[in-house]
């Protein structure tokens, strides 16, 4: 191998320093350590991924392949150094390209430092041998910070705001937006994260050098942060998106434009803690279900499970549960709520590990000449149900709806929505394998349309599934009960204890969950059966809501704050009820024919009117 000379090697280095933040960051920064004192850093794995992701995409968009810009999400562990490398990204973005950005993070003194570390990164840039890698490599001769402003000499500018303010981040168009630990963001009232957010990245041009990163540890499975990276894909799907041909995010089932970087806790170096052989002897004869599982899995070593042991019991208060939120092994299991979950929380994981490879159909649902519905396969924006199981002869189905009141008297930030979806009662197939309980349609999630349009997609999914039980929550929602009962269907009765006439019970439509005796009995039959993994739920908006559905501190059962539990309720009328649901026969989904009233003919002559 040629040796190169030390202008060769000083031409090398510049070119690997403007293409790569990673070794921009190695070989020129100084941090501060956990001991206050500045050293070269050397990335971890963490950061070496979304230098990854970066690179990769400048790469794209200089040979003309890609030209939508960089969206990354990182979901980290605690204190590995995310917001410091983003921040060094950011700067090499700023030193390079000129460049209008913002930096945002939940609170102002956790933004006001982030925004420093941008300043710290551009001071202290400098080569081994002294030279100013700013000036001498990027032509950036200062930077200068002006109040929430810093300006570079190149006219790049950075502009600092605060997810606590309403209206954070409105402004003009940018080519760079960084927003720290955007899992916290507000999510509920006037601050708002998915409004702060979605302002900002509408003013993020989407040009091919243009750059959107969004950082957090998890923070329960509700926000703007946790609904994008279920969607986000990886860079290698990306790659392989591109290489069939297909613009990821734009096609569909392609994810929705963001690349997400995640790294477990023990693959950084300093979550471990040394231990000699007999210590390590010992840690291994004594490993819990999990730890037996991260050994299989992943292969923790003794040092690793000691360490996991020690942050446990000195950071997390001895709960497994918050070192999971704390210091993620996947990206699953992580997303805890704040609160007790009231469902089991592995259990959903599996839920959600295999719905990510169920296939949805998207459609709109049209009425026929003769009362039957047909379901017409759209795009999924044109689409106002989803489908995963066709109707199946000899399978008994249910309807099951949670009603709002009506987009005319549903009012408010983030009022309740209707939640319609179809259950298929557990069966055993021809192989006398028996087949769990689950959930087959729906109509899309967040639908607030007015109670004829309820009624009407209520009937539609009732026809098709083989005119199929219906069973309301009936705390709102009045008219759209009357509507289906105007319309013929079939609609579920209860048994109601009668004071005056014991023995003779009143029957009433549908469940008032309101009545807490009632939720609480409701809740607990879906509970048993997510526990014991007895019932398929895939579509992620449910499982999202069974995630953020908790016991709180006076043991109520309800949706954390910020959320809904619009489909919880729905699960969980639908699995009491099951026993209710009604066989699909051949024939069942052609509707009978109406008979003439006994006074038709009266009618028709005009005598009565």
């Known amino acids: 191998m040629t040796e190169l000379n030390k202008d060769e090697a000083a031409r090398l280095i510049e070119e690997m320093i403007k293409s790569s933040p990673a ?3 190695e070989i020129s920064q100084q941090i501060e350590d956990k001991e206050n004192i500045f050293v070269r850093p050397v990335p971890n794995i963490y950061q070496r991924r979304l230098s990854e992701v970066y690179e990769t995409i400048m790469h794209l968009a200089d040979k003309g392949i890609w030209d939508r810009g960089c969206r990354m999400l990182g979901l980290k562990p605690r204190q590995v150094g995310s917001s410091t490398f983003c921040a060094e990204l950011g700067h090499h973005h700023l030193c390079k390209y000129k460049v209008n950005g913002i930096t945002m993070a939940n609170l102002s003194r956790v933004s006001a430092k982030v925004f420093q570390k941008f300043k710290t990164h551009f001071d202290n840039d400098r080569l081994p041998d002294g030279r100013n890698v700013p000036k001498e490599i990027f032509g950036v001769s200062r930077a200068d910070v002006s109040g929430n402003n810093l300006s570079y000499s190149n006219g790049s500018f950075l502009e600092m705001d605060t997810a606590e303010q309403p209206k954070g981040g409105i402004g003009f168009t940018r080519q760079f937006a960084l927003f720290s630990e955007a ?3 507000p ?3 006037v601050k708002n994260d998915e409004r702060t957010i979605q302002a900002i990245l509408a003013s993020l041009a989407k040009k091919p050098r243009s750059v959107g990163i969004a950082e957090s540890t998890p923070e329960g499975s509700i926000g703007w942060f946790y609904k994008n990276w279920v969607k986000a894909i990886t860079l290698k799907q990306f790659l392989e998106f591109l290489a069939a041909g297909k613009v990821p995010g734009v096609d569909p ?11 477990g806790w023990y693959e950084f170096e300093e979550h471990r803690i040394p231990v000699n052989r007999e210590q390590a002897k010992r840690i291994m004869g004594s490993l819990n279900d999990r730890e037996s599982i991260g050994v299989e899995k992943y292969g923790w070593t003794a040092e690793q499970i000691a360490w996991r042991r020690y942050t446990i019991a000195e950071e997390c208060g001895g709960s497994p549960d918050l070192f999971d939120q704390d210091y993620p092994e996947d990206d699953i299991l992580c997303w805890l709520a704040a609160g007790s979950p009231r469902f089991n929380i592995q259990a959903i994981a599996k839920l959600q590990l295999v719905g990510q490879s169920q296939r949805w159909e998207f459609g709109r649902l049209t009425m026929q000449e003769g009362g039957t519905s047909h379901f017409v396969p759209t795009a999924e924006n044109e689409a106002n ?9 000899g399978c008994r189905y249910l309807v099951v709806v949670d009603p709002a009141t009506g987009a005319d008297q549903t009012e408010g930030k983030d009022p309740d929505a209707t939640s319609i979806m179809v259950l298929r009662a557990q069966f055993v197939d021809e192989y006398g394998i028996e087949r769990n309980m689950r959930q087959v349609a729906r109509v899309k999630y967040g639908f607030r349309g007015d109670a004829d349009q309820s009624a009407e997609l209520i009937e539609g999914l009732a026809r098709m599934y083989g005119n199929c039980m219906i069973v309301p929550e009936i705390n709102m929602g009045h008219e759209v009960v009357r509507l289906l009962r105007n319309r013929g269907l079939k609609l579920y009765m209860r048994e109601v204890f009668n004071e005056a006439d014991p023995s003779n019970p009143t029957l009433r439509i549908g469940f008032k969950t309101k009545d807490a005796q009632v ?6 039959a879906l509970a048993a059966v997510i526990r014991e993994l007895k019932i398929d739920i895939f579509d992620e908006d449910s499982i999202s809501e069974l995630k953020t559905f908790i016991t709180d501190a006076g043991g109520r059962d309800r949706a954390r704050d910020g ?5 919880v309720m729905a699960l969980a ?18 509707r009978r024919k109406r008979r003439k009233p006994r006074d038709h003919d009266r009618w028709k002559r005009g005598e009565i009117g």
Not at 573 to 590: D, E, Q, V
């Open 385 to 393: 149900v989803k489908i995963c199981e066709r109707p199946m002869v």
């Open 563 to 567: 959320a809904h539990d619009d489909d």
């Open 23 to 25: 070794f921009h960051f």
């Open 253 to 263: 089932g392609t994810g929705n434009g963001w690349i997400k970087v995640f790294a």
């Open 183 to 185: 899992g916290r963001y």
């Open 187 to 189: 999510k509920t009232g």
């Open 573 to 590: 009328i639908g699995t009491f009820c099951i026993g209710a649901a009604t066989l699909m026969a051949p024939n069942s989904r052609k």
């Open 519 to 524: 939720k609480r009995q409701l809740v607990e």
